[in-house]
């Protein structure tokens, strides 16, 4: 309260200061007039034209009282806040101006916020390592795999011999499903990695230690570090949780640190708990007498001032020298060195959509702009003589450019702030609709870093809408003049117009292209019925992480043992048809249950190949599996319960493997080698083929062993049940979950049909093409407003020109033809534009493209007739009011 009557004390001192100010520049101004004015008489002048005179030699009082007024000190801070007065009373005397200036920008900044908040994460922003630019990725780069792995024999070499590295580390291929026993059993995800490991990419954990190096030893103690989530989830953030045991996968642990908040695995990939990976030294040995060691995925933080290249060239004879040591000649040259950074490990295959939604919400964004700059624009033409009044007063050109310029920035500043909340809107959506896969989108927020990029935007656009209207210098000719809207600036306008057609145009021909594929994506044939068919992915405890040979419950059952019972069980529900067991479920796989199509040596052929010949996915099935998918045995037939009984191996080719091993030749009865222990199998079937590479991959060859009933054949990989009922999911599922908790209580399972699994496959490309198909209809939205804005202003300013038409003759349809030919105009200029930079822009999106080209004609066909029949019909309401003209009305007006 107190301050408050400081601040008024102090404000009325400085009006009374300012007003004496004022009142004694007022009286010296009159004095130096009477002097001239006196002066002029004295020569025999009469007063009133000695009075004339003596102002014209002064050069006017207004001008020169504001020319003084502006050397006093603070007469900047009176004038701000004289404009910001002035722009408040005209955006009361205006709402509906107003209103939609400040939605416009609210949904533009908004929108490219939130795109920013989210891409920010991919392209821009450090990753929580400590000098994350140095950290690297390392590897072997093979059709086997996307990313780049190792193998134990080049990482043993490498990490000895290298030059280019600070430091050089590795963690398993990725993490596996493990069983938390607790009161109630939790299935986490654990991965295992080298005591060097964190301490390589700079990360120390927020309680307690890392590994020792006597911890990364095999038989070494039995310890784990656990993450943040798990420690606050289920220990309540408890500090005694340091050296304490825990249960996973039946093994006792001890607890010896905790990783911080904001920990990410480098592979991006949820993990609980983290292991020693505890490499067996003789594994160095036995690599370096041939053999190529276990699977991992190694990174390196480079030596200062080394870059990628010289990296590269450094490891390059090292890597010839382990490939020529441990791979064969055979397949030598399917294998490369790779080595690159951590940021384009982790969004490699996002950048591009990263880059396009950003340059779409930008375009976006400079539609917005446009229009707001084109509705400043018309509101300057209607304010001409408003502006050429306060002039001929004596405002200098520079006080009314400040004047438009601050309006300018009220209104992008209100809109901005719209914008932020806006945003955070839009962000809770995207994060919702986001699918897993896409890195780092749901720790996207709005923070000051996105707060910043928003008052940015909020700066350029009121730049960019306040400064072209506030270039336009009024014209005297305007007080004359009745009629105070002005042609001036029309192409301008225009101009603005036809390239907001175009950008929609381009936003609204790469939306439909993804669109379209995603379409044929979710509508191709998968080669296996999806409906109907149940998933159930059962984890044993105990057994996991055990070797095959001991793979033995609680219970002293083994895990083939539970499994035949668990499939038992399910067959005797009612609804259930066939019951089939797999190692993993189409589309897909991953390349752990693949191998190379050189591995296949069909017996009494020689190897002919000089190259891996790629992928061949292998699945361990058992007989009901093709039923229960539907899968057609194209020839011979599938396997037996009998053959499921049988000492012998027998294996179901795919009709495409099947043509590239037997060319012209019956496959069925020829035995195949596998592997280099001579392995053999019997080929019984041959099925028709699955698409195997996911739902936009190429189709691999594929497979299938038959799963006996040998502890041999259920171990890892872990088997997955596969049945087809005709009942519903919701009624299904607590049957089968209440059939395998008897069986074994302390087994988390996971049921879902394979709908939904198929389904996940493409959220992908359905959450990218409903954030481009969002901006491209918002875009599309703004355009034709603006195509009516333009419209409607150029219709206004010919309401003479039409009364006069109309009194000549000109009946309604011709109005109709002339108003319509001007949006008509601008429709196809614009259009053409936005054609002709689709065609190259789209070539962006190829990759993102399934089965459609990004020059497809029926696409663009469709996109230009859309936003034809869109545009024209913004044009029509204008048109439909100019025809309502009354001649004589519009006449009397001139």
């Not at 880059?355 to 509705?375: D, E, F, K, R, T």
């Not at 896409?438 to 990029?453: E, I, Q, S, W």
Request: aromatic residues 8%; glycine residues 8%.
């Amino acid at each position: 309260m107190k301050l408050r009557e400081l601040l008024t004390k102090l404000r009325f001192l400085f009006a009374r200061k300012r007003a004496s100010d004022l009142r004694d520049l007022d009286e010296e101004l009159r004095f130096h007039v009477e002097q001239s004015v006196q002066a002029y008489v004295d020569e025999g002048i009469a007063a009133k034209e000695a009075r004339r005179r003596a102002l014209i030699d002064f050069g006017g009082v207004t001008r020169t009282r504001e020319a003084a007024y502006e050397q006093w000190p603070g007469w900047w801070m009176e004038t701000v806040l004289q404009d910001v007065r002035y722009a408040l009373r005209g955006f009361r005397r205006n709402p509906v101006f107003t209103v939609t200036v400040i939605v416009t920008l609210a949904l533009g900044i908004g929108a490219t916020t939130a795109v920013f908040s989210v891409v920010d994460r991919i392209l821009f922003r450090s990753l929580p390592y400590a000098h994350d630019d140095r950290i690297v990725s390392i590897g072997l780069s093979q059709s086997l795999e996307k990313q780049e792995f190792m193998l134990g024999g080049f990482f043993y070499e490498w990490r000895d011999n290298q030059k280019p590295f600070e430091a050089m580390a590795s963690q398993s291929t990725g993490p596996t499903s493990c069983v938390l026993a607790e009161s109630i059993p939790t299935q986490l995800n654990c991965i295992s990695a080298q005591a060097g490991f964190l301490p390589m990419l700079g990360i120390l954990p927020v309680l307690g230690r890392n590994f020792l190096p006597e911890e990364d030893r095999p038989n070494g103690p039995r310890v784990a570090l656990i993450t943040y989530g798990l420690w606050k989830s289920h220990y309540g953030l408890d500090p005694r949780i340091l050296n304490r045991l825990i249960t996973v996968d039946g093994s006792p642990m001890r607890v010896v640190g905790v990783l911080p908040k904001e920990f990410e695995l480098p592979t991006l990939q949820a993990a609980d708990v983290i292991m020693p990976l505890a490499l067996v030294e003789a594994e160095k040995q036995r690599t370096q007498n041939g053999g190529i060691g276990q699977p991992m995925r190694a990174f390196a933080r480079l030596k200062p001032r080394v870059s990628i290249t010289q990296a590269k060239a450094e490891m390059e004879p090292l890597f010839i020298h382990t490939q020529e040591t441990f791979i064969p000649a055979e397949v030598r040259k399917d294998f490369h060195l790779s080595i690159r950074s951590l940021r384009d490990r982790q969004t490699e295959d996002v950048q591009l959509v990263a880059w396009v939604l950003l340059g779409s919400v930008l375009a976006v964004l400079l539609i917005a702009c446009a229009n707001v700059a084109s509705l400043m624009m018309a509101r300057g033409a209607a304010r001409e003589r408003e502006l050429a009044v306060r002039s001929a007063l004596g405002a200098s050109r520079g006080r009314l450019i400040r004047q438009t310029l601050t309006e300018a920035f009220l209104l992008s500043m209100v809109g901005a702030t719209a914008g932020l909340a806006l945003a955070q809107g839009l962000l809770m959506v995207f994060i919702a609709m986001a699918p897993t896969s896409v890195p780092f989108l749901d720790k996207a927020h709005l923070d000051l870093r996105t707060a910043g990029f928003t008052v940015l935007l909020a700066l350029v656009s009121g730049v960019f809408f306040g400064l072209i209207p506030a270039l336009q210098k009024p014209r005297s000719v305007a007080l004359s003049a009745r009629m105070t809207h002005s042609g001036r600036h029309a192409f301008l306008r225009l101009g603005m117009v036809v390239g907001q057609i175009a950008i929609s145009m381009i936003l609204l021909s790469g939306a439909a292209l993804l669109l379209r594929s995603f379409q044929k994506m979710e509508t191709q044939n998968l080669g296996v019925q999806t409906r109907g068919v149940m998933t159930a992915r059962i984890s044993l405890p105990g057994v996991r992480t055990e070797p095959i040979a001991g793979l033995v419950s609680k219970k002293g059952q083994t895990q083939k043992d539970i499994f035949l019972q668990v499939e038992a069980a399910v067959r005797r529900l009612p609804g259930v048809g066939a019951v089939g067991w797999s190692d993993s479920f189409p589309p897909g796989g991953g390349w752990q249950n693949s191998r190379m199509y050189s591995d296949f040596a069909v017996v009494g052929k020689s190897r002919s190949s000089e190259r891996s010949g790629g992928l061949v996915r292998l699945r361990g099935v058992t007989p009901d599996y093709f039923r229960a998918l539907n899968i057609p045995i194209v020839r011979g037939g599938g396997f037996t319960e009998e053959e499921r009984g049988s000492s012998e191996l027998f294996m179901v080719l795919s009709r495409l493997l099947a043509s590239r091993l037997f060319p012209g030749e019956d496959p069925i009865g020829r035995r195949i080698g596998m592997g280099s222990d001579g392995t053999t199998y019997t080929v019984v079937g041959v099925a028709e083929n699955v698409r195997n590479g996911g739902l936009s991959e190429q189709d691999i060859p594929e497979a299938y062993w038959l799963r006996r009933n040998v502890a041999e054949d259920w171990g890892v990989p872990v088997p997955v049940m596969v049945f087809d009922t005709v009942l519903a999911p919701a009624t299904v599922s607590p049957w089968v979950r209440s059939q395998i908790a008897h069986l074994e209580p302390m087994a988390p399972i996971e049921i879902e049909t394979l709908n939904e699994r198929v389904s996940k496959l493409a959220d992908r490309p359905r959450f990218e093409t409903a954030l481009l198909g969002f901006f491209a209809l918002t875009g599309l939205s703004m355009a034709v407003i603006g195509l009516y804005g333009v419209t409607s202003f150029l219709a206004t300013q010919r309401t003479q020109e039409i009364g006069v038409r109309m009194a000549l003759g000109a009946n309604r349809a011709d109005i109709l033809r002339l108003i319509v030919h001007e949006g008509a105009r601008l429709l196809l200029l614009g259009a053409a534009i936005g054609v002709s930079a689709s065609l190259a822009l789209t070539q962006l999106l190829k990759s993102l493209l399934f089965d459609i080209g990004p020059r497809d004609p029926a696409t663009l066909g469709a996109v230009t007739l859309l936003l034809a029949v869109v545009a024209l019909a913004a044009t029509l309401i204008p048109a439909r009011s100019a025809m309502q003209t009354d001649p004589m009305e519009a006449l009397r007006c001139e």
